[in-house]
């Protein structure tokens, strides 16, 4: 899905130029599975910045038509990468009608190559067993720095909670040979930094390290609870390509050793969650949010123009239980490493995998905890609107939002009848 013509990127907001070289391709790519009772399902991992949801429902919408999938089964992931290819043209970018085109033809373009995609894998299903592993790296890095009066930064901070855990789940033929790795890792694709230049940064170099040490797999990328970390170091190529290795090869080490068997049948649910929002109602609420200027200047201009902020906004959140197994809870949004603990102590931590970025990004989705402390990840729904007007913010998410998203990941989790929950 690398483009063919020069587009501007997406992921730092300052960074308004087309890009102007390749450092490594990007990739759609689909995973289908199907239990033994017919039970079909679809995983597509992407290297773009996130779905959004002006994207993410007509896109939905034809894969259903196209595959008679139900939406549970299928599942959107995006790797986050900010060095790919800029899909939202909202009112942070100032485009000219040429530039505005190529994004149009470049989004048009990604929805149908994920729709083949998912239609090849769909028609090229064969026996396979899977086998969950769990390993760990060590660049992940929480990035929310506290200066000397308590306010917090953007940095490194070696004493924030992270999630270095690999989980991986590993396909192999009844002969025993790996046909492909799906794997995850927490931490945002920012190596590089603001450069012009499509690279898919580590996930990327991870896929393509594992395909080169395991000739004939395919390699998948899911991103997990990143929000609040960073790679470290970083700020070069070369420690993309370091952190892509490491991810990489701690991966081949894992599927060369004995996994837990992953079985059927597949479960799966899917919601929107009613998430709740701060309460804004005149212009100077949203002044009064110290974090977020785009944020708050978004949603003053609404409430100025008398048009209502939402008091809740429909996170997707999907559930994917497999036998007794596994247990994968996707999450929208950039979501702060603490759901992680929060998911665990309310479905418990035994062979659960615990994802983000996926069906859609509407911004960050923090915990109460870093809603109280403040900082970068608590600016707020920034990609709520549609292509056609990407004109804003949304809200600010409230400290019970934490509540109501663990609470509706415990209700799938039952519904899809996972086992030996609190």
Same mark, same amino acid.
């Given at each position: 899905?690398?483009?063919?013509?020069?587009?501007?990127?997406?992921?730092?907001?300052?960074?308004?130029?087309?890009?102007?070289?390749?450092?490594?391709?990007?990739?759609?790519?689909?995973? +289908?599975?199907?239990?033994?009772?017919?039970?079909?399902?679809?995983?597509?991992?992407?290297?773009?910045?996130?779905?959004?949801?002006?994207?993410?429902?007509?896109?939905?919408?034809?894969?259903?038509?196209? &595959?008679?999938?139900?939406?549970? /089964?299928?599942?959107?992931?995006?790797?986050? &990468?900010?060095?790919?290819?800029?899909?939202?043209?909202?009112?942070?970018?100032?485009?000219?009608?040429?530039?505005?085109?190529?994004?149009?033809?470049?989004?048009?373009?990604?929805?149908?190559?994920?729709?083949?995609?998912?239609?090849?894998?769909?028609?090229?299903?064969?026996?396979?067993?899977?086998?969950?592993?769990?390993?760990?790296?060590?660049?992940?890095?929480?990035? /929310?720095?506290?200066?000397?009066?308590?306010?917090?930064?953007?940095?490194?901070?070696?004493?924030?909670?992270?999630?270095? &855990?690999?989980?991986?789940?590993?396909?192999?033929?009844?002969?025993?040979?790996?046909?492909?790795?799906?794997?995850?890792?927490?931490?945002?694709?920012? *190596?590089?930094?603001?450069? =012009?230049?499509?690279?898919?940064?580590?996930?990327?170099?991870?896929?393509?390290?594992?395909?080169? +040490?395991?000739?004939?797999? =395919?390699?998948?990328?899911?991103?997990?609870?990143?929000?609040?970390?960073?790679?470290?170091?970083?700020?070069?190529?070369?420690?993309?390509?370091? =952190?892509?290795?490491?991810?990489?090869?701690?991966?081949?080490?894992?599927?060369?050793?004995?996994?837990?068997?992953?079985?059927?049948?597949?479960?799966?649910?899917?919601?929107?969650?009613?998430?709740?929002?701060?309460?804004?109602?005149?212009?100077?609420?949203?002044?009064?949010?110290? =974090?977020?200027?785009?944020?708050?200047?978004?949603?003053?201009?609404?409430?100025?123009?008398?048009?209502?902020?939402?008091?809740?906004?429909?996170?997707?959140?999907?559930?994917?239980?497999?036998?007794?197994?596994? *247990?994968?809870?996707?999450?929208?949004?950039?979501?702060?490493?603490?759901?992680? +603990?929060?998911?665990?102590?309310?479905?418990?931590?035994?062979?659960?995998?615990?994802?983000?970025? +996926?069906?859609?990004?509407?911004?960050?989705?923090?915990?109460?905890?870093?809603?109280?402390?403040?900082?970068?990840? *608590?600016?707020?729904?920034?990609?709520?609107?549609?292509?056609?007007?990407?004109?804003?913010?949304?809200?600010?998410?409230?400290?019970?939002?934490?509540?109501?998203?663990?609470?509706?990941?415990?209700?799938?989790?039952?519904?899809?009848?996972?086992?030996?929950?609190?």
């Amino acid at each position: 899905i690398t483009p063919v013509e020069p587009v501007p990127m997406g992921g730092f907001a300052g960074r308004h130029a087309v890009f102007g070289e390749v450092l490594s391709p990007i990739y759609a790519k689909a995973m +289908a599975i199907e239990d033994e009772q017919g039970t079909r399902a679809v995983i597509v991992t992407c290297d773009i910045l996130g779905f959004q949801r002006w994207f993410t429902e007509p896109l939905v919408g034809r894969l259903m038509k196209r &595959t008679g999938l139900a939406r549970e /089964r299928i599942l959107l992931c995006a790797s986050h &990468t900010h060095t790919g290819p800029l899909l939202g043209l909202d009112s942070r970018y100032v485009l000219d009608e040429d530039v505005r085109r190529r994004v149009e033809r470049y989004v048009e373009k990604l929805c149908d190559d994920i729709i083949e995609v998912v239609e090849t894998a769909l028609g090229d299903m064969q026996p396979a067993e899977l086998s969950h592993h769990v390993g760990e790296v060590g660049f992940p890095m929480n990035r /929310r720095q506290p200066d000397a009066q308590g306010r917090i930064h953007l940095g490194a901070n070696p004493d924030g909670p992270v999630d270095r &855990t690999v989980p991986v789940l590993r396909v192999t033929s009844p002969r025993g040979e790996v046909r492909g790795v799906l794997m995850g890792a927490s931490c945002h694709p920012t *190596t590089l930094g603001a450069v =012009h230049a499509i690279c898919a940064d580590y996930p990327g170099y991870a896929q393509a390290r594992i395909e080169e +040490a395991l000739p004939g797999a =395919h390699a998948m990328f899911i991103q997990g609870c990143a929000g609040d970390a960073g790679p470290h170091p970083s700020g070069t190529v070369d420690l993309a390509r370091q =952190h892509g290795r490491s991810l990489g090869d701690e991966v081949v080490r894992l599927v060369r050793l004995p996994g837990r068997l992953v079985r059927g049948p597949l479960r799966t649910t899917f919601d929107k969650v009613q998430t709740p929002l701060l309460a804004m109602n005149r212009p100077d609420d949203a002044l009064a949010w110290p =974090h977020g200027d785009f944020t708050a200047h978004s949603l003053r201009q609404r409430l100025a123009a008398g048009t209502p902020i939402p008091t809740h906004y429909p996170c997707p959140v999907a559930t994917w239980q497999f036998g007794d197994d596994l *247990t994968l809870v996707t999450l929208s949004g950039e979501v702060v490493v603490d759901y992680v +603990a929060l998911i665990q102590q309310a479905i418990g931590a035994h062979n659960v995998w615990i994802a983000s970025y +996926a069906h859609e990004n509407f911004g960050y989705l923090p915990s109460a905890r870093v809603l109280r402390e403040g900082g970068y990840e *608590t600016r707020g729904i920034i990609y709520g609107g549609d292509h056609a007007r990407m004109d804003g913010a949304y809200g600010i998410f409230a400290p019970e939002a934490e509540e109501v998203i663990v609470e509706a990941v415990r209700r799938q989790a039952r519904r899809v009848g996972r086992r030996g929950m609190p």
